[in-house]
Nanobody
Framework: EVQLVESGGELVQAGGSLRLSCVAS????????IGWFRQAPGKEREGVSS????????YYADSVKGRFTISSDNAKNTVYLQMNSLKPEDTATYYC????????????????WGQGTQVTVSS
């Protein structure tokens, strides 16, 4: 079975950093794209960053460029999201998702999702 497990979310002050992890199992990790998404109360789920494990291509939402970095460790079947210079507007539940053949910031095309990890940024 496909399984994605996020971890690393917690309460942090504005300007601080967090590193989220997404551990994948049940599929051929090297052939998939992995995306990070977030959803705040009353808001639509939005794409944050994605990576293709096939060619290494990455995408970032404009709101996080220069602050967040996505990376993948194929040996560990794990994707990371390093989040620096956090802002209160980054507060959300963060989800990782997987799809074959490449990454994307469009949530509708992903079929496999983790349960999410909560990130709260205080001012």
């Amino acid at each position: 079975e496909v399984q994605l497990v996020e971890s690393g979310g917690e309460l942090v002050q504005a300007g601080g950093s967090l590193r989220l992890s997404c551990v994948a199992s049940g599929f051929t990790f090297d052939n998939y794209g992995i995306g990070w998404f977030r959803q705040a109360p009353g808001k639509e789920r939005e794409g944050v960053s994605s990576i293709s494990n096939i060619d290494g291509s990455t995408y970032y939402a404009d709101s996080v460029k220069g602050r967040f970095t996505i990376s993948s460790d194929n040996a560990k079947n794990t994707v990371y999201l390093q989040m620096n210079s956090l802002k209160p507007e980054d507060t959300a539940t963060y989800y990782c998702a997987a799809r074959p053949w490449g990454g994307s910031l469009v949530p509708d095309i992903y079929g496999n999702w983790g349960q999410g990890t909560q990130v709260t940024v205080s001012s």
